[in-house]
């Protein structure tokens, strides 16, 4: 166990709302990161951090913001949600002296109507 | 960019077949990791592969890396319905750590 806690595991939206989902570990892990799930594309990263206020894009970033402002919670914002970003969010972690294996979150669930 | 294709995208076998999933990425890795999702579940990491050619067993699962370092499988002796899930294959490229590119992903179904 990881520690890693997502908040909402659920969540329905309209088009054009903001919506932001919180990534919170318990453990002091450096490295975060927040992946997309979709049928038949697998997981696709969207932004990582490699510590406080240091972020980064990932391969599928547009429409998304990140920001890390303490250790253990790592937000993502959709500034103006679409029907597109319907999708499973997984956060993730790596171990700080590992070997790069990801541990992730249990995941939210967005639906974009 | 660095893109992974796993194929196939489904596999339904009998409880007590073997199960097959190749994962073939369009440039040289430094790593490939596996991953197994149960339904309604989060990827757990199953396994890490370095070396060229490496050979690795878990129980039933046996993983391979190829000798150029572009391609994977993983093979799972006479399935179990508890094998039910969704494989995936993730490489790591360079110095990019923990950032990694996954494949589609393999949908196993196991018939009891």
């Known amino acids: 166990d990881a520690g890693i806690t997502q908040s909402p595991r659920h969540k329905v939206t309209e088009t054009g709302t903001p919506v932001t989902l919180r990534c919170h570990q318990t453990?002091?892990?450096?490295?975060m990161y927040w992946y997309r799930q979709d049928p038949g594309h697998g997981l696709r990263l969207i932004h990582y951090?490699?510590?406080?206020?240091?972020?980064d894009k990932g391969e599928v970033s547009d429409g998304y913001s990140v920001s890390r402002s303490k250790t253990e919670d790592f937000l993502l914002t959709l500034e103006s949600a679409t029907s597109s970003q319907t999708s499973v969010y997984f956060c993730?972690?790596?171990?700080?002296?590992?070997?790069?294996?990801?541990?992730f979150g249990e995941g939210s669930r967005l639906t974009v109507l | 960019g660095q893109q992974v294709m796993q194929i196939p995208q489904y596999q339904h076998v009998q409880e007590g077949e073997d199960f097959t999933t190749y994962c073939n990425s369009s440039?040289?890795?430094?790593?490939i990791q596996w991953y197994k999702q149960r339904p309604g579940g989060h990827p757990v990491f199953l396994i890490q592969?370095?070396?060229?050619?490496e050979v690795k067993k878990q129980k039933r699962l046996t993983f391979q890396f190829g000798e150029a370092k572009k391609n994977s499988s993983l093979h799972i002796t006479a399935t179990q319905t508890t094998d039910v899930g969704t494989y995936f294959c993730?490489?790591?490229?360079?110095?990019?750590?923990?950032?990694?590119?996954f494949g589609q992903g393999t949908i196993l179904t196991v018939h009891p």
């Open positions: 993730a972690i790596t171990w700080d002296r590992g070997t790069g294996e990801l541990f």
């Open positions: 453990e002091n892990h450096r490295y």
């Open positions: 951090s490699y510590g406080v206020k240091d972020t």
């Open positions: 440039t040289t890795l430094s790593n």
């Open positions: 592969l370095v070396k060229s050619g």
């Open positions: 993730a490489g790591q490229g360079g110095t990019s750590y923990g950032k990694l590119t």
